[in-house]
């Protein structure tokens, strides 16, 4: 237990040992208690627990999870394809164009390129036409 | 034929004459007054009834003394089924006695502007030590009376009542650190008050 300092001590003492007394109690004051006590109004409800209401704490989970699983399935059902429609179009002619503005040859240097091994320099329509070594690659013809 | 309980066979005792030496816990005494045993209940009445009497006198008036240590009883019967086994029953208690004194010191304050009249005592000399001892029981009383609600209730259950801080903080739904530094102010505010009057610790 904490040591009081010694000033705290004798007020502590003081108030103890000067406490005003407390009036007794009336002598019917436990009756009169005991018979409140026993009156069946008090009595119920003493003994008789309110029925909490802990049945909405599930209701409100289950409504809840309920919502969630109708939104979620109304939202699938009724997904908009609008949306992937216009990817497909958007890619097509993305596609469409990058081909559209090149020549049969570049179109075809662009996919060998994807073949070039490491090291090795890039080859360009001739040097497949004519069947000969690798020459350097010219800025006009090359892709990277 | 029914089964018959513990606490029915201790009613039939208890009936003809409370043992004030009954040595069955609160808890356990709390047990059967679920079960509808009122003798129970009385036992709890002899065994606190001092102490809320005590408080209830500290931290209200003597008017209505009787009529405010009904109220805690007849409260702590109503509120049992809701009382935690966990806790100290003095503890509980002692919270329902706080909460009728302050409901008690509002339900004044409502009435306060109807007091005409500050009932002064004058100051007179006290040559025996009887009387000594009087005086001091009204300076003591005078100083709880101007000290703050809260500083008062502290002093109450802390010097005069002896409760240990934590159940104090209990009590009072405090934290312990508040109930160091309103203790230390109150304790301060009594003993300023108690030099005024010309007492020397």
Not at chain 2, 55 to 60: A, D, G, V
Not at chain 2, 74 to 88: I, V
Request: charged share 20%; aromatic share 8%; proline share 5%.
């Amino acid at each position: 237990m904490t040591q009081l300092p010694p000033d705290d001590q004798a007020l502590k003492q003081f108030l103890q040992q000067h406490r005003p007394p407390v009036p007794a109690a009336s002598p019917e004051l436990e009756e009169q208690i005991m018979q409140a006590v026993q009156d069946p109004a008090i009595k119920v409800q003493a003994q008789v627990r309110k029925p909490r209401r802990l049945w909405i704490v599930p209701s409100a989970i289950a409504a809840s999870l309920l919502v969630a699983f109708g939104s979620y399935r109304w939202a699938k059902v009724y997904q908009p394809t609008t949306d992937v429609e216009n990817l497909a179009a958007f890619l097509e002619n993305s596609w469409n164009g990058t081909l559209s503005n090149s020549t049969e040859t570049e179109t075809y240097l662009f996919l060998e390129t994807a073949f070039q091994r490491p090291g090795e320099g890039v080859r360009t329509a001739d040097s497949f036409t004519n069947n000969s070594e690798t020459v350097a690659p010219t800025p006009t013809n090359t892709f990277y | 034929m029914g089964e018959i309980n513990n606490c029915q066979v201790l009613d039939v005792a208890i009936a003809v004459s409370v043992n004030p030496l009954d040595n069955r816990s609160d808890r356990e005494l709390v047990q059967c007054c679920l079960q509808g045993d009122t003798a129970s209940f009385r036992l709890l009445y002899r065994r606190h009834q001092q102490r809320v009497r005590s408080m209830l006198y500290q931290l209200c008036d003597a008017t209505s003394l009787d009529d405010l240590v009904q109220e805690v009883f007849l409260r702590a019967w109503k509120g049992l089924p809701k009382f935690k086994q966990t806790a100290q029953f003095s503890t509980w208690l002692y919270r329902i006695t706080w909460n009728v004194a302050c409901d008690h010191r509002q339900a004044a304050a409502q009435n306060r502007n109807r007091l005409s009249v500050l009932t002064r005592t004058t100051s007179s000399h006290y040559d025996m030590p009887g009387l000594s001892h009087l005086h001091y029981q009204d300076l003591v009383q005078k100083g709880l009376a101007q000290l703050s609600f809260d500083h008062r209730t502290i002093l109450t259950l802390h010097d005069l009542e002896e409760v240990p801080q934590k159940e104090i903080a209990e009590i009072l739904s405090i934290p312990v650190g508040t109930v160091k530094s309103r203790l230390f102010h109150a304790r301060a505010a009594m003993r300023q008050f108690l030099q005024q009057q010309g007492v020397q610790l």
